[in-house]
C-alpha cells in the first residue's frame, strides 16, 4: 500500500521520493538505502505496485507538494515500471525518473530511455550503495533542485506577459538559476493594484524594495551575483561562459592558473538555452542546457574559477606581453593569458516584422520561460537542425501542435537522425519543408505568421502567438582589435588556418599554437573558432586542449 504521509510534523513539505517495487523485502531495502542518504532532505515514501504509485503521486500534486524522483522497479504487475514512469512524467513533467532492472532488461531499459524519456536506469541489486546508487541520484536530485521553484521565496516579477522587457529580464533569471515568481498585470487584478503606476516590469525583493524597469545587471547587483573582480590581475581571463569557456576554466584553475571567467548574460552560453543535449558523452538520458551549465559552473568555482556575470566586454589591447580588458562600465582588468570562448548567437529572423515582435512572441533559441505560456497553443519552431529539433520535441510537452519551418528540403540534411525520426513519430509535430517565415503582424504581440512555399511562391497565415527561432550562427566578435585575424563572417582563424597576411605583425619565432590567434597568448575554443565543428562535445574538448597552448605560452614569459 502507498503510504503518502510522512512520519514529519504536518506542516513540513520536504519534497518526496517514491520508491516502488512489487517485492517487499526488495523495496524496504531501496527505501532503506534511499532514506539513510537523503531522509533529512526528503519524504521517502513507498508503494508496492504502479497504480498505487501514481495514485500517490496526483494525490501529492493535488496537494501542491514537490515530488523529486521516482524509482521504479521495472517489472510488476499491472503497470509496470516503464509505464508507471511514463505516467509520472504526464502529471509531473519534472520530477525525476529511474528504472530499477536486471541486468537481463538493460535492452528494455535503454529502449525506455529513448520512447518514454525515462531520466536513468540502475541495475540491481547494488552493493554498496555509495557506488551503485548514490552518484546517480545525487546528480538526478541536483538537476531537479536547480529547476526547482516553490511557490513562495525569491523575487517577484510584475510585468506584461507579452513585454518584450519582461521577457529580457525572466530570461536572465532564469538563465541564472534565480527563484521568481512571474504576476502578469493584465490577467491578476491584485498584481496590477499592487503595481500601481509603476514602469514594468516591476521587480520587488524579498526585503519588499521595488525596482521599476530595472536592466538585468542592476537586479544582479541587488541579489548578490557576483560581477567584480578580486584581482587586478590574472594569469588566464576567458571571456565567454558556454561549455568552451566553462571548460578552460575548469583545466585552467584546476591546474593552478589563477583565472576569472566573464560572461555577459549567464553561464552555458547558447548550449544553456537548450531544452535537450542527448549526444554528449555520459548522460544516455540527455540533459538540459541548464543543467550542464549549473554543473561546470559548481566544477569551476570548486577549484577556484571567479564567474563574472553579467559582465561585458568592450575592448582589449595588448601592452607587451599583457593583455588589458576594458568592460562596458570603464572598469579594466589584466591578464597574461586571453581565452575567447565567446560562442554565437542566433542570426535575426530575415521576415517582415519580426524585430517589432521579438520577445513579445518571437524568441530566439528555446527561451524555456516561456514554455509553460505554450499550453494549448500552436507553436511554429523555425530551423532544421539540432537545437530547432529539440525544442520542437520540447514545447510538444507543453502545446497543442508545434510545426518545424524548415527552408530545405530535408531535415535530414542538418539534424541528427535520431531526432528526425523522434519527431516524424511525434502526433503533434508537423514539418513544413521548403517554406520561410516571410511576414509577422498582430496587436501588441504576435498572432499571424506568413507561411510561404520557397518552391510555388503560394502563401498562407498562420494564426500563432509563439514563434521559435532557431537559425545560422552569429560570432561576438566585434569588439575585437583588428590585430585578432577573422573570417569575412566574422569567425576567428586560429593554428594553421592563418595566412600570410594575418601573421604579417607576428612577432615570435615560432608559429602560433593550434588554437592560438594571431595575437601571441590570445587563444580561441569553441563555436566561435572559424570552421569549428558546432557540438557542445567539440567545444569542451578545445577548450580543455586550448589550456595545454596557455601552459606553453606562459612557460616563455
Given at each position: ?315 582589449v589591447r595588448m601592452d607587451g606581453p ?7 562600465d570603464g572598469r579594466e582588468l589584466s ?223
Amino acid at each position: 500500500m502507498a503510504d503518502v504521509s510522512s512520519s514529519r510534523p504536518s506542516g513540513a513539505k520536504n519534497p518526496a521520493i517514491v520508491c516502488v517495487d512489487d517485492d517487499p523485502e526488495v523495496l524496504r531495502a531501496v527505501a532503506r538505502d534511499v532514506r539513510r542518504r537523503y531522509g533529512d532532505r526528503y519524504r521517502v515514501l513507498r508503494a508496492d505496485t504502479g497504480a498505487e504509485a501514481i495514485a500517490a503521486v496526483r494525490e501529492l500534486v493535488g496537494r501542491s507538494e514537490p515530488v523529486a524522483l521516482v524509482l521504479s522497479d521495472q517489472r510488476m504487475p499491472g503497470l509496470d515500471g516503464v509505464g508507471l514512469l511514463a505516467e509520472v512524467a504526464a502529471v509531473t513533467p519534472r520530477t525525476k525518473r529511474v528504472l530499477l532492472t536486471a541486468y537481463a532488461d538493460t535492452d528494455a531499459a535503454i529502449s525506455a530511455i529513448n520512447d518514454s524519456r525515462v531520466d536513468y536506469y540502475l541495475l540491481k541489486p547494488w552493493d554498496p550503495p555509495e557506488a551503485g546508487l548514490y552518484p546517480t541520484l545525487d546528480d538526478l536530485l541536483a538537476d531537479w533542485r536547480g529547476a526547482y521553484r516553490p511557490g513562495y521565496g525569491g523575487l517577484r516579477v510584475l510585468g506584461d506577459r507579452w513585454s518584450a522587457e519582461g521577457h529580457r529580464l525572466r530570461d536572465f533569471l532564469s538563465r541564472n538559476n534565480v527563484p521568481y515568481r512571474f504576476e502578469d498585470v493584465e490577467r491578476d487584478d491584485d498584481a496590477r493594484a499592487l503595481a500601481g503606476g509603476a514602469a514594468l516590469p516591476l521587480v520587488i525583493l524579498e526585503d519588499g524594495s521595488r525596482l521599476e524597469a530595472p536592466e538585468p545587471r542592476e537586479v544582479a547587483a541587488r541579489i548578490g551575483l557576483r560581477q567584480d573582480a578580486e584581482r587586478e590581475f590574472y594569469d588566464l581571463a576567458i571571456v565567454g561562459g558556454g561549455p568552451a569557456g566553462l571548460a578552460s576554466a575548469v583545466y585552467g584553475a584546476s591546474e593552478g592558473l589563477k583565472t576569472v571567467l566573464l560572461e555577459r548574460q549567464a553561464p552555458g552560453g547558447q548550449a544553456g538555452t537548450s531544452s535537450r543535449i542527448e549526444n554528449y558523452l555520459g548522460f544516455p538520458a540527455g540533459l538540459s542546457g541548464a543543467d550542464l551549465a549549473r554543473r561546470g559552473v559548481a566544477q569551476a568555482e570548486r577549484f577556484g574559477v571567479e564567474i563574472l556575470a553579467p559582465v561585458e566586454v568592450s575592448s582589449v589591447r595588448m601592452d607587451g606581453p599583457y593583455k588589458i580588458l576594458t568592460l562596458d562600465d570603464g572598469r579594466e582588468l589584466s591578464c597574461h593569458a586571453l581565452m575567447l570562448a565567446t560562442g554565437v548567437d542566433w542570426r535575426k529572423l530575415p521576415a517582415d516584422g519580426a524585430a517589432e515582435f521579438e520577445g513579445r512572441g518571437v524568441y530566439y533559441g528555446a527561451a524555456m520561460t516561456e514554455a509553460m505560456g505554450c499550453a494549448g497553443e500552436h507553436v511554429l519552431v523555425i530551423g532544421a537542425g539540432n537545437s530547432a529539433g529539440q525544442g520542437a520535441l520540447h514545447f510538444a510537452d507543453y502545446a497543442d501542435r508545434v510545426t518545424v519551418v524548415v527552408r530545405g528540403d530535408s531535415l535530414a540534411k542538418s539534424m541528427s537522425q535520431y531526432l528526425v525520426d523522434r519527431i516524424e513519430a511525434h502526433p503533434r509535430i508537423d514539418v513544413r519543408l521548403t517554406t520561410e517565415a516571410t511576414a509577422l503582424d498582430g496587436d501588441g504581440h504576435l498572432q499571424h505568421v506568413t507561411l510561404t512555399d520557397c518552391a510555388t511562391g503560394e502563401a498562407e497565415v498562420v494564426e500563432t502567438s509563439f514563434l521559435f527561432v532557431f537559425i545560422g550562427a552569429a560570432p561576438h566578435t566585434g569588439w575585437l582589435p583588428d590585430a585578432v585575424a577573422r573570417d569575412r563572417r566574422g569567425f576567428v582563424r586560429t593554428g594553421p588556418d592563418l595566412t600570410e597576411a594575418d601573421l604579417a605583425e607576428w612577432p615570435l619565432e615560432r608559429a602560433p599554437f593550434l588554437l592560438e590567434t594571431s595575437v601571441p597568448g590570445v587563444f580561441v575554443a569553441g563555436d566561435v573558432r572559424a570552421e569549428s565543428v558546432k557540438r557542445v562535445a567539440s567545444a569542451v574538448g578545445e577548450g580543455s586542449v586550448a589550456v595545454a597552448f596557455v601552459h606553453q605560452h606562459l612557460s616563455e614569459l
